[in-house]
């Protein structure tokens, strides 16, 4: 798998993607801090966490449009 995030007018590859079932966990890099998202699809919807290495965490979710 291969997948790349786009934000504003800037592109970064994820990096480490892996799925497994309904589970999907991926690495975004960035300039300042990595993040490490861990999401569970489900009927069209994707809801997870995310943690940055600089110790801050969260809820994340989105749908297939």
């Known amino acids: ?8 007018e800037d592109s970064v590859p994820v990096q480490n993607l892996a799925v497994s ?4 966990t991926f690495k975004i890099p960035t300039d ?6 861990k999401l569970t699809l489900k009927d069209g919807t994707a809801e997870g966490t995310y ?7 969260g809820k994340v979710s ?3 449009v």
């Open 1 to 8: 798998y291969s997948a790349t995030l786009y934000a504003e």
């Open 21 to 24: 079932g309904e589970q999907v």
């Open 32 to 37: 300042e801090v990595t993040y490490t998202v």
């Open 51 to 57: 943690s940055a290495s600089d110790g801050k965490s």
């Open 62 to 64: 989105g749908k297939k």
